[in-house]
């Protein structure tokens, strides 16, 4: 044993005397040799570059401008942005790590609108529009959006790399009682706040809402919009003043103006790690995932230094790494450890280290050691035998927190006062719809929105389901949830998704629906192709149906159900082309002898009722406003919400109203349905959805009124049909009489007014 510990003491001397020169620590370069490596107070590391041959590419060019003390760095980029043009896109560069950079440009940064300002202010409105198509940069999620001013709502647009569409939110900065409070905080009075998803497109428009709120003024002349690193702006107080002065708001508020804007880089954008640039010891990682297109290059594990340069060796024993009576040796990328003289074991720290090596072995010892051997055999699969049943037990506990967490006993005992129920609401395992969406995989996903993503699934008997995972539920709501998941499975209406059943014994509600095949409404109004002509008859057919829907769950089940959320994508299409409503996850019942329940505002902005918005207090005419905006799109074929459109016409539903008053409908129907239908039937259903869209809740009809009066048209379509087929000359009076009310409406400006909404509805949304 003495001369085996001997041997192994003397192999680690030689070991010393042969390490190569090249695992001795090295200064690391961050930049290419003769290259600058900083400017100013900030570090240029490549594939930055200052100077010719510095940087890896023209995008990763910096320049150092000297006649500041210090010196600040500036980049280059050919994005493009609305005001003012004049102003070159040089971005000050405030630091440089791994995968970031830091850059301010407060002309990009910034959206801004001022009512009746002084000319000599300056004040000319603008917003922001950021576009890095092309560059090897993306607006990170880092970001975050800032909006001070009063009664203003910032329309923020985006490109997701991920879905390759376009989406958008928006954030509403509230001001009143501006003569009792002459100082505003952020977030809070005068201010708010919301997040940034990753984008390669943004677009930042302020919206003027006071008119929407009735208001005949203004409170504050100027409102701002910045888009800058998140921070903390808790303490951040400003005078209300300053916001009637866009000057003395940027000079006294830096707080706002000087936040950097966060950019994610990457070497690309059409490069991948097939051609590489990544220096020695290091490796390539792809972000086709992520970006569309590019990478990053890392050092290898037990490696430093700059990737794309080449890294160098960590000296790991700096670090001590071993045990007292160990010793360590370096090795290129890593390291090892060796007892000393008298110790065994591997020598590092958290791990068996180095123990002292006994004088010798008896034979009781050696006895006991092969006894011990043979009892460890035996323990082996006695230990995985109880760690297996432990697993399952382990699993089953946490099934059935998950059960009763998710509302289980809550449904058993619903249960149990109507067994009636258990025939209708079949209560699954997760094993089943495991199997079904093979693990929830991915290429199963049929689509996500704010309640969950929704999985294609079959069942064992061979049927084809929709499961939705759900997001998290508030505890406190469990009550409501069940309830819902009771009152859903008991609907029975041609025109409503079927609810089949669900899963609690998951982290996260299951919901298992009827699959439906034929894809969105949303999809259909808005599909440019010319496969499939979205004809009037069957447009006004769904507009229908979705009535009918509505107004079966208004008023026909036991107790009163209000959606919440009805837009074109929660109308699904079957084979047939039957419209059925989905998505009962912000849906909630009320009882009969009530007339509102006040709730969070939820919904899908551009759908979103303005006075639910402005009071907290959802009723039926909301749901009856969102079905309003459904009609226009099913008439018009645009969408709620779109920054291709200026001015009031981003607003679908302002547009429609404004060419309902000015006798200009004409200009905003889908010209297709010109040429298909009859001009007076287009007429009637605009003004049935005008009357939707009205500001004043108690104006709007009831879903049942709609629901009549749409069937109405439709009636009178299929006389009209019947009677073109039999040549029959024969004009249908009474028909028109239904389609066209006291208050006429022609084609031309000069015909009688039509009575419009008191003001525009809320101009917010994102699809």
């Known amino acids: 044993m003495v001369l085996r510990y001997a041997f192994l003491h003397m192999f680690f001397l030689l070991s010393l005397a042969v390490v190569p020169p090249s695992i001795a620590i090295t200064t690391t370069n961050i930049t290419k040799a003769g290259c600058q490596n900083r400017c100013g107070n900030v570090e240029i590391p490549y594939p930055f570059g200052i100077g010719p041959n510095c940087y890896e590419n023209s995008n990763f060019s910096i320049h150092c401008h000297t006649t500041f003390n210090p010196p600040k760095p500036y980049l280059h980029l050919n994005i493009s942005s609305e005001f003012p043009q004049e102003v070159p896109n ?187 640039s990544c220096g020695k010891n290091s490796r390539c990682i792809n972000l086709l995932d992520i970006h569309n297109g590019g990478y990053h290059c890392r050092c290898n594990e037990g490696y430093e230094g700059n990737p794309y340069l080449g890294c160098q060796d960590i000296d790991e024993c700096n670090n001590n790494p071993c045990t007292s009576h160990g010793i360590c040796v370096n090795t290129l990328g890593s390291y090892n450890c060796y007892c000393n003289d008298g110790y065994y074991g591997d020598g590092k720290k958290n791990s068996t280290g180095c123990r002292r090596v006994p004088n010798s072995h008896s034979k009781v010892t050696i006895g006991v050691s092969l006894a011990s051997g043979l009892g460890l055999l035996l323990l082996l699969p006695t230990c995985f035998w109880l760690y297996k049943f432990h697993e399952k037990r382990k699993n089953k506990k946490r099934k059935q927190k998950f059960f009763e967490r998710n509302g289980g006993l809550l449904l058993q005992q619903q249960i149990s006062k109507d067994e009636a129920i258990l025939e209708k609401t079949r209560v699954f395992t997760s094993k089943e719809l495991e199997r079904a969406t093979d693990h929830f995989n991915k290429s199963r996903i049929l689509g996500k929105g704010g309640q969950g993503t929704v999985y294609k699934g079959m069942l064992s008997d061979g049927k084809i389901v929709a499961i939705k995972k759900s997001i998290l539920i508030d505890e406190n709501q469990l009550g409501q949830f069940i309830n819902e998941v009771v009152m859903l499975s008991q609907i029975i209406h041609r025109n409503i998704v079927k609810l089949l059943g669900c899963c609690l014994e ?96 939820k919904g899908t902005m551009g759908y979103l009722d303005p006075e639910y918005f402005q009071s907290s207090q959802f009723t039926e005419k909301s749901d009856v406003y969102s079905f309003g905006v459904v009609l226009i799109e099913l008439l018009t074929g645009q969408k709620p919400i779109s920054f291709d459109r200026i001015g009031e016409q981003r607003s679908l539903a302002t547009w429609f109203l404004l060419c309902m008053e000015g006798k200009d409908l004409e200009t905003i129907l889908d010209t297709e349905l010109l040429h298909q239908s009859n001009k007076e039937e287009l007429i009637a259903v605009a003004k049935v959805a005008q009357r939707c869209l009205n500001l004043n809740g108690k104006k709007r009809p009831t879903m049942k009124e709609v629901a009549m009066e749409l069937e109405s048209v439709r009636m009178s379509q299929k006389l009209s049909t019947t009677s073109e087929m039999k040549n029959q000359s024969v004009q249908m009076h009474k028909s028109k009489s239904i389609l066209i009310s006291d208050d006429d409406y022609q084609w031309t400006s000069t015909s009688d007014n039509i009575p419009s909404s008191d003001t525009f509805p809320l101009t917010i949304q994102t699809m």
Not at 111 to 125: G, I, L, Q, S, V
Not at 206 to 235: E, P, Q
Not at 541 to 567: F, G, M, N, Q
Request: aromatic content about 10%; proline content about 3%; hydrophobic content about 35%.
């Open 90 to 276: 040089y971005l000050e560069v405030v630091n440089i790590s791994k995968s970031q950079i830091y850059v301010k440009n407060s002309v990009l940064q910034l959206a801004r609108t001022c009512y009746r300002m002084p000319t000599n202010y300056n004040a000319e409105n603008y917003s922001i529009y950021l576009n890095f198509d092309s560059t090897p940069y993306t607006l990170s999620d880092s970001n975050q959006l800032t909006i001070v001013g009063g009664d203003d709502f910032a329309l923020i647009q985006q490109f997701s790399n991920l879905t390759h569409d376009y989406s958008g939110t928006g954030c509403l900065s509230l001001c009143q009682n501006v003569n009792k409070h002459l100082i505003g905080t952020c977030p809070g009075r005068c201010c708010c706040q919301t997040s940034i998803s990753k984008t390669d497109f943004l677009n930042v428009a302020l919206v003027d809402m006071h008119t929407n709120w009735g208001r005949k003024i203004k409170y504050l002349g100027c409102s701002f919009a910045f888009v800058g690193m998140i921070g903390k702006l808790g303490n951040i107080k400003f005078k209300l003043s300053d916001l009637n002065d866009p000057r003395a708001f940027r000079k006294n508020n830096k707080e706002f103006t000087d936040r950097p804007l966060v950019l994610d880089w990457r070497i690309g954008p059409d490069s991948n790690c097939t051609k590489t």
């Open 506 to 601: 998951t982290e996260v509600p299951l919901l298992v629906y009827e699959f439906i095949s034929n894809g969105t409404l949303f999809d259909y109004i808005h599909d440019e192709s010319d496969e499939f002509p979205f004809l009037w008859h069957r447009r006004l057919k769904i507009a229908v149906e979705v009535a009918e829907a509505l107004a079966y769950l208004h008023s026909a089940t036991s107790v009163p159900i209000y959606h919440r959320d009805i837009k074109s994508s929660n109308i699904l299409l079957d084979e047939k082309y039957v419209a059925k409503v989905v998505d009962f996850g912000t849906s909630m019942s009320i009882a009969a002898n009530r007339t509102h329940q006040t709730t969070l505002v």
